[in-house]
């Protein structure tokens, strides 16, 4: 082997730690990091409330309700009522009360896209496979002066996201999402940061949205996560309205509400914390 030669295998040889790890191993990492699959497993229910800061800096307050079989309940409540999304595994609905709706209606093309993502109990990043997910490496690049693995993750429905992982601890602190609506391309970007432990699994605090290319952010950062609480199944099934039910007279036009935004998977971007070792 010429001396040319040598100094290439070598240099590539060295390379390989950051560059040129492959999916799985970058996942294995990823899993390592932020508790392991018997922990996340143990968990079978996540509840997560906190507050939506909107643009304008409107606030509301948020609760989300996971649960085993891809089930998801999200409320947002302002001014005294509370708009519902929410979706069983099989269907999804959302009660808009801002004008004085009660009744529940179906999602929109956009909003059962996004709380199809949400109720992905474990994320995309976990048991790809068996979900008929695509992953691959696209490149390495920097997020915020960060050092950053890019995943690209395909979905069946042909959703498409960019899972920016730090180098360090291997989490995401970026996430850029493309979806194609009614014909229309949508593309957001989501800073995730200040990972905290719930049950032995390591969970972003805080999300920042905004769409691409715009300054406008939303925020949402949670107070609290808590995991295993009992959930009825109930709550995730659409509400059976009856004639005798009462409704509320309709708002002024003058004071009506924002629509509840729809949650992708959005405090300050903090950076991720490494558990500690046991």
């Given at each position: 082997m010429s001396r040319t030669l040598m100094l290439i295998a070598i240099f590539a040889l060295f390379s390989l730690p950051v560059s040129a790890q492959t999916v799985d191993e970058i996942l294995a990492h990823y899993l390592k990091t932020i508790?392991?699959?018997?922990?996340?497993?143990?968990?079978?229910t996540l509840r997560r409330s906190g507050k939506y800061v909107g643009g304008g800096g409107f606030e509301a307050v948020i609760t989300q309700e996971n649960k085993r079989g891809n089930s998801v309940r999200e409320e947002f409540s302002l001014q005294g009522m509370t708009a519902i999304n929410a979706y069983n595994g099989k269907t999804a609905w959302k009660i808009e009360p801002w004008n004085g709706?009660?009744?529940?209606?179906?999602?929109?093309?956009?909003?059962?896209?996004?709380?199809?993502?949400?109720?992905?109990?474990?994320?995309?990043?976990?048991?790809?496979?068996?979900?008929?997910?695509?992953?691959?490496?696209?490149?390495?690049?920097?997020?915020?002066?960060?050092?950053?693995?890019k995943l690209k993750v395909t979905k069946p429905n042909g959703d498409v996201y960019i899972y920016y992982l730090d180098t360090d601890y291997y989490v995401p602190i970026k996430i850029d999402t493309k979806r194609m609506v009614r014909g229309a391309e949508r593309e957001y970007e989501t800073a995730l940061g200040d990972y905290k432990e719930v049950a032995g699994w390591y969970l972003p605090y805080s999300l920042e949205t905004n769409v691409k290319g715009s300054q406008d952010k939303s925020k949402i950062v949670y107070e609290k996560i808590e995991a295993n609480v009992p959930i009825d199944d109930k709550r995730f099934e659409t509400p059976v309205m009856t004639a005798t039910q009462e409704r509320p007279a309709d708002m002024d036009a003058s004071k009506k509400l924002p629509k509840k935004p729809a949650q992708e998977p959005p405090s300050e971007k903090k950076p991720p914390v490494k558990p500690e070792s046991n």
């Open positions: 508790g392991g699959i018997d922990k996340i497993q143990a968990v079978q709706k009660k009744d529940p209606e179906a999602l929109g093309e956009e909003e059962m896209r996004s709380i199809l993502q949400d109720s992905d109990f474990d994320g995309p990043l976990i048991n790809y496979k068996q979900k008929g997910y695509k992953i691959e490496f696209v490149g390495m690049d920097k997020f915020e002066g960060t050092d950053t693995f």
